[in-house]
């Protein structure tokens, strides 16, 4: 019998968490999915949180960005995308990669010995909800 690392190993509170994230177009701080979190187990603590989220990421089961903003956020898809982040409120959008295709060939191009591996793409502007508030 193959035993479980406690890495690998679904908790009761890493199961929560996860659940949490897995909602589409997610891209929480760990402060918000401590706030979240706190609504189903009221004891689990902010460092275990951490502790948790960082897992998820080890274990590919979540990203974790850094965004332009300099807060790290979670994202619970993981399929590849981009974010459009608004500079105003910080909301963060998922963006298809499918409207860029070929994107790392054509960062490639151009520079010799250079293998891309991945990458991350961010873009920043004003979200609606801040336009409007701008105009009034």
């Known amino acids: 019998m193959q035993q479980v690392s406690p890495i690998e190993r679904m908790t009761r509170q890493r199961r929560i968490i996860l659940e949490e994230m897995r909602t589409p177009g997610r891209h929480l701080t760990a402060d918000d999915v401590y706030g979240r979190v706190r ?9 275990t949180v951490y ?6 990421v080890q274990t590919g089961q979540i990203r974790k960005l850094t965004l332009g903003c300099g807060r790290k956020h979670y994202d619970g898809g993981v399929h ?29 191009r151009g520079v010799d010995g250079f293998e891309i591996t991945g990458h991350e793409l961010e873009f920043t502007g004003i979200c609606e909800k801040c336009r409007k508030k701008k105009k009034r």
Not at 39 to 47: E, Y
Not at 51 to 56: D, H, K, Q, S, W
Not at 88 to 107: I, R, T
């Open 39 to 47: 609504k189903q187990i009221p004891n689990i603590s902010l460092g």
């Open 51 to 56: 502790r948790n989220l960082e897992v998820l």
């Open 80 to 108: 590849k995308h981009y974010h459009l982040r608004c500079g105003k409120c910080g909301l963060v959008v998922d963006v298809s990669a499918k409207a860029f295709p070929d994107l790392d060939k054509a960062a490639a």
